[in-house]
C-alpha cells in the first residue's frame, strides 16, 4: 500500500428510495477502506448533504456495528429536489450546472477523495452527470425494482420479492378460505420483476407486467376456467405500472419537474373490475413500502457486501465513471453510462415469463 492511498478519505452518498441493504453497503465500504488505512465519511439525506450548509460525518469502523441486518440508510436520502435527475420514464434531467460546481467546492473543502454514489437509476445519471464534470466518482447499483442495465441484479430487489412472496403466501390461505380473488399490488415503476419473480415463486394464477399490457376479458377468462375447474379462489399479482392495452399508467400524483410521478392505484381498479364482470368477491391489499424496509436477505446481504468491498477496490485502482455490476462470473466493473442509459424489463418471451405460461399462469393477454 502506498502513502496516497493510505491518505485517501472516501464520500459515500445513498440517493433516491431506500431499500434493504443499503447499510450493509456502507459498513463493507468502510471497513474495507479502514482496512486499507483510508478514512471514510458520511454525506446525509442524498447529494443535498455536499450543498451549504454540508451535512457529512466521519464513519469510523466501530459504527458499522450491527449495520450489516439494518434496514433503511443510517445516512439519510433524499428523492427529489434539486439532485433529482429522473422526472419520468426515459426522462433525464440535467442537474443545474451551478449546484453541481457548489458541491464540488464543498466536496473538495472535505478533503474527499473519491465519492461511492449507492442508488438507482436517478442517482447514477446523477454521478455521471458528476463524472462528465469531472469528479471521482463510482457507483454501486441499488433498487428493488432491479430495472438497472448493465447488472444481473441490483440489490434490494431480492429482499423485496421475498415480502411480495410472503404475502402471497398469506393470501393464498385467505382467498382459499373465502373463495374470493385476492389482487396483490406490487412495486417495480416500469418494470415488472418483482411482480414476475414473486408470482412465479408464490403461486399466482395471474401476474400483470407492465411489459405485457393486459384485457379484463383474458383476465376473467383464466378466473372462470379455474371456476369450472373447481378452484374457487385466484391469486392475482399486479405490478404498479401494469395497465390495460391502451391505457395509461395509474398514477397518485403528477408528472413534476423534481421528481418522478408516483404509480399506484391498478390493483385496486382490478379488484374493482374482476368483482364486477365475474360477480366473484374481490379484494386488493398494497404491498406498498414494506418491500423496502426491513432486514435484507442473507442473498442481498452477501451482494450488497460484495458491491461494497469492490467500491474501493474500483477506487484504489481509479476506475471512475464506473459501477460495480454482478455478471455472470462474479463483481465487474461497468460503465455508469451503460448502467442508466436504460431501464431493464423483463422480456416478453423470456425464459421467466415462458415458464410461467407452461404452468397456465395468465398474463392477461390471452
Ligand atoms: O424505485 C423504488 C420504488 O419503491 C418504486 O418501486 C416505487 O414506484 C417508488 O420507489 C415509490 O417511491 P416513493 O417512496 O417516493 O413513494
Known sequence: MNAIHKKKKIGIVTGGGDCPGLNAVIRAIVKAADLKGWKSTGIYGGYDGLLTPMKTRPLAHRDMDGLLVRGGTIL???????FSAKTGQGKTRLIDPGILSRAKANFDR????????????GTLSVALQMHAAGWPVVGVPKTIDNDLDATLMTFGFDTAVSCAVDALDRLHSTAQSHDR???????????????????????????LIPE????????????????????HFTLVIVAEGARPAGQDYVS???????????????????????????????RCVVLGHLQR????????????????VYAVQMIAQKQFGMMAALTGTG?????????????????????????ARALGISFGDA
Open 252 to 282: 397518485e400524483s403528477p408528472d413534476t419537474q423534481d421528481r418522478e410521478i408516483r404509480l399506484g392505484g391498478i390493483g385496486q381498479q382490478v379488484a374493482g373490475e374482476i368483482q364486477t364482470r365475474t360477480k366473484k368477491e374481490s
Open 181 to 207: 380473488v385476492m389482487v396483490l399490488e406490487v412495486m417495480g415503476r416500469y418494470a415488472g420483476w418483482i411482480a414476475t419473480q414473486a408470482g412465479l415463486a408464490g403461486g399466482a394464477d395471474v401476474i
Open 110 to 121: 472535505e478533503n474527499l477523495s473519491a465519492l461511492v454514489a449507492i442508488g438507482g437509476d
Open 212 to 231: 405485457i399490457p393486459f384485457n379484463y376479458d383474458a383476465v376473467c377468462r383464466k378466473i372462470d376456467r379455474r371456476e369450472a375447474e373447481g378452484k
Open 331 to 355: 463483481i465487474a466493473p461497468v460503465l455508469l453510462a451503460d448502467a442508466v442509459d436504460r431501464i431493464r424489463i423483463v422480456p416478453k418471451d423470456g425464459e421467466l415469463v415462458m415458464t
Open 293 to 308: 424496509g426491513g432486514t435484507p436477505t442473507q442473498f442481498d446481504r452477501q451482494l450488497c457486501t460484495r458491491f461494497g
Open 76 to 82: 439519510g436520502t433524499a428523492s427529489s429536489g434539486p
